[in-house]
Nanobody
Framework: QVQLVESGGGLVQAGGSLRLSCAASGLTFTSYFMGWFRQAPGKEREFVARIHWSGGSTYYADFVKGRFTISKDNAKNTVFLQMNSLKPEDTAVYYC????????WGQGTQVTVSS
């Protein structure tokens, strides 16, 4: 059973930084992507960033390029999202995601950026 547990959300002023973590357990796949989506109030969930677990290739949404960095710790089965230069429009619930043939989701962590 795949379990994803996020942490690291919170309240920060515009221009500040946060680092999200997602610890995974129960992963038995050999090839998959692990990453982050977000959902703001009244909006659909949208892709933020992902990393290929074995190859290490990274992909970002255009609106976070140059500000967010995704990384991983294979030994700890953990993926990180370093978020710098945060903007009020980055306010959302951030969800950890594992994508194989199916999508697995964490419970989400709230990120609030004040102006």
């Amino acid at each position: 059973q795949v379990q994803l547990v996020e942490s690291g959300g919170g309240l920060v002023q515009a221009g500040g930084s946060l680092r999200l973590s997602c610890a995974a357990s129960g992963l038995t796949f050999t090839s998959y992507f692990m990453g982050w989506f977000r959902q703001a109030p009244g909006k659909e969930r949208e892709f933020v960033a992902r990393i290929h677990w074995s190859g290490g290739s990274t992909y970002y949404a255009d609106f976070v390029k140059g500000r967010f960095t995704i990384s991983k710790d294979n030994a700890k089965n953990t993926v990180f999202l370093q978020m710098n230069s945060l903007k009020p429009e980055d306010t959302a619930v951030y969800y950890c995601n594992v994508r194989t043939a199916l999508d697995y989701w964490g419970q989400g962590t709230q990120v609030t950026v004040s102006s």
